[in-house]
């Protein structure tokens, strides 16, 4: 851990000026559970709210609040090939999706697994 | 007394002809109303002409007039002890009432015992009965009684002046006078109007079925001639024609209307089929079919409800606010709607323990159904909430400042903030359908063929019954 936040910080200024789909993988994989969201959206809301009453603890990248949130949001929204860009999520460093694939993966008792696999639930 | 009886003659002379003239028009009217009554299809002046052939015969009307009949004999007995006479007159059962009191009195007091009888025995019958018996003296007031007579008889039944024609014709060679009282007419066409309000019942009935037909059919015609300008209206819309929609209040209100009347319209069709599909798999379900054949039944409503997902989806993209409102359902299941729907965790709820026996892993799969879904709903309710507070925040945000363009300013950015928060309102629909269509799946996948079978079987009579109770909380009697 403290490792790597070193390294995070001598790689900074170097991923400042990268890709911002970059970032968002190396964001995307520190963390069992990654959400990037836009702290007035409510689907993300709902999100956030459906990992919490799971047990899990997710980190949650508010979009609206970082310098280069503008970016990140327009990469997300090319890489999701939707009308929105967020709430997106990465579990164990993969994307899983939009709040529809989410939640179908939790329908279908695939998303448990998921989660026990990467770390962010126990029971 | 020689002048009287002159004058009595001369007097009868006269009021022959007159009668032979009444008669003969009589006739004439007789003829028109058998006529008019062969037409009517009634057989009655059949049966009439059959008992008035013979005087003699008299006592024939009996059996077809019942609560006259012993009158009617007695009368008819007294006829003919009287036969030889020349002046007898053969009447009808019926009588009229205003002729009763003019005629009767007359009677007994100029004809012969028999007739005084006859008459207080008619007279006795009360109301019902009056007679006129051919006499010289009666003539006179027979002649009267016959004109009134005629023009009661024009009131009543038809089939009873073809009696009375025949009547004249079979009996008289005189002075027979056909006397028609409303009590013989009464008792004739007892029957016959019994008849004839049967007919014309039969008649309206058949009028009403044909109009309700013509009803129904132009409805139709309406229905999808409606249809038809729903999809030009779509089509144009399409294509990028701008229709005031929102702002100018009536023009907006017609076109959500049609949009959400064409969502109804496809949701009644919809249940319709859906009703169909489950009554084969309730059919094919006690008929003990294989489970082959069974899969083709219960994917067949699967991919069904698939269909309705797929209409809501298309129903929200043109108004959301009516998805929503829930309209398209009835009042019961609206009460208990949640987010344009039923609630996922609920149908498993439904489905309790219908299912049994289950297998472990089965049951293990329910269970995490149950709870994924239990979740994924409370995740759904909660961002709808969020929703809800932030269009508050939003539309309540007071920006007092100088009035002017500012406030404007404002309140234009507020609003087109409060727009953008309304348009999650569909993602949140379509979410809500996703997790509704996605529990259906998972069961089907957990369940072997005949427990699908069994759980749709389950939801659709729930649905069904919470249908009904609506009507019945409709229809209930207040107080």
């Known amino acids: 851990m403290h490792q790597t936040e070193s390294w995070g910080s001598y790689m900074q200024p170097r991923t400042s000026l990268g890709d911002p789909l970059e970032r968002i993988a190396r964001l995307a994989s520190e963390n069992a559970v990654v959400i990037f969201s836009i702290s007035s959206c409510c689907m993300c809301h709902a999100i956030k709210r459906l990992f919490c009453g799971m047990g899990v603890n997710p980190t949650v990248y508010e979009l609206d609040e970082d310098p280069r949130g503008k970016e990140m949001e327009r990469a997300l929204m090319r890489l999701l090939g939707g009308s929105s860009a967020v709430p997106v999520v990465f579990i164990g460093g993969k994307l899983v999706g939009a709040m529809d694939r989410v939640m179908a993966s939790h329908i279908n008792g695939s998303l448990v697994p998921l989660l026990k696999e990467a770390g962010a639930l126990w029971l | 007394m020689g002048f009287f009886r002159n004058y009595l003659r001369g007097k009868e002379i006269i009021m022959r002809m007159f009668i032979y003239?009444?008669?003969?028009?009589?006739?004439?009217?007789?003829?028109?109303?058998?006529?008019?009554?062969?037409?009517?299809?009634e057989d009655i002046s059949s049966r009439n002409q059959t008992r008035f052939a013979d005087l003699g015969e008299l006592h024939q009307p009996a059996p077809v007039f019942p609560h006259d009949d012993a009158v009617d004999l007695s009368s008819s007995s007294m006829f003919s002890l009287k036969s030889g006479n020349a002046t007898a007159v053969s009447h009808n059962l019926s009588y009229a009432t205003a002729l009763n009191t003019s005629i009767v009195p007359v009677e007994i007091a100029t004809t012969g015992a028999g007739c005084l009888d006859t008459g207080q025995y008619m007279y006795q019958k009360g109301t019902g009965f009056g007679s006129s018996l051919g006499n010289g003296q009666s003539i006179e007031t027979w002649g009267d009684s016959g004109m009134a007579e005629n023009s009661q008889q024009t009131?009543?039944?038809?089939?009873?002046?073809?009696?009375?024609?025949?009547?004249?014709?079979?009996?008289?060679?005189?002075?027979?006078?056909?006397v028609e009282s409303v009590d013989q007419s009464k008792g004739k066409t007892g029957d016959r109007k019994t008849l004839r309000r049967l007919a014309q019942n039969r008649e309206a009935a058949r009028k009403s079925r044909l109009r309700k037909k013509a009803y129904v059919q132009q409805l139709e015609n309406s229905r999808h001639r409606l249809t038809q300008l729903e999809q030009e209206l779509q089509r144009a819309r399409q294509q990028g024609f701008f229709i005031a929609s929102g702002f100018s209040g009536d023009h907006g209100h017609s076109i959500t209307g049609n949009e959400a009347f064409a969502f109804d319209l496809d949701y009644s069709r919809w249940l319709d089929e859906h009703h169909r599909l489950i009554n084969d798999l309730r059919t094919a379900m006690n008929s003990h079919m294989s489970d082959d054949e069974l899969?083709?039944?219960?994917?067949?409503?699967m991919a069904h409800y698939d269909e309705i997902f797929r209409l809501k989806s298309n129903g929200a993209k043109a108004d959301v606010f009516h998805m929503l409102s829930g309209m398209w359902k009835t009042p019961a299941e609206?009460?208990?709607?949640?987010?344009?729907?039923?609630?996922?965790?609920?149908?498993?709820?439904?489905?309790?323990?219908?299912?049994?026996?289950?297998?472990?892993?089965q049951l293990m799969g329910?269970?995490?159904?149950?709870?994924?879904?239990?979740?994924?709903e409370d995740a759904l309710s909660q961002g709808m909430e969020a929703l809800q507070q932030s269009l508050v925040d939003t539309l309540s945000s007071t920006s007092?400042?100088?009035?002017?363009?500012?406030?404007?300013?404002?309140?234009?950015?507020q609003m087109a903030i409060a727009m953008g928060k309304l348009a999650t309102l569909e993602n949140f629909l379509h979410q809500a359908d996703l997790l509704r269509q996605q529990t259906l799946q998972q069961m089907h996948r957990i369940l072997t063929t005949r427990q699908a079978a069994r759980a749709l079987l389950?939801?659709?009579?729930?649905?069904?019954?919470?249908?009904?109770?609506?009507?019945?909380w409709l229809a209930r009697p207040r107080d």
């Open chain 2, 400 to 413: 007092l400042g100088p009035a002017g363009s500012g406030n404007v300013a404002d309140y234009m950015g």
């Open chain 2, 21 to 41: 003239a009444f008669s003969v028009l009589f006739l004439l009217f007789c003829l028109f109303s058998c006529w008019v009554g062969k037409k009517r299809g």
């Open chain 2, 155 to 178: 009131d009543t039944s038809t089939d009873v002046d073809a009696d009375d024609k025949n009547q004249l014709y079979g009996v008289q060679h005189g002075t027979a006078v056909i």
């Open chain 2, 366 to 376: 329910i269970c995490n159904l149950q709870q994924s879904s239990q979740q994924a």
């Open chain 2, 295 to 301: 899969r083709l039944l219960v994917d067949g409503v």
């Open chain 2, 458 to 472: 389950v939801v659709s009579d729930y649905t069904s019954r919470l249908r009904a109770l609506s009507s019945l």
């Open chain 2, 334 to 361: 609206r009460c208990f709607m949640w987010l344009g729907g039923f609630r996922s965790s609920e149908l498993l709820k439904i489905l309790g323990n219908h299912l049994e026996p289950l297998t472990d892993q």
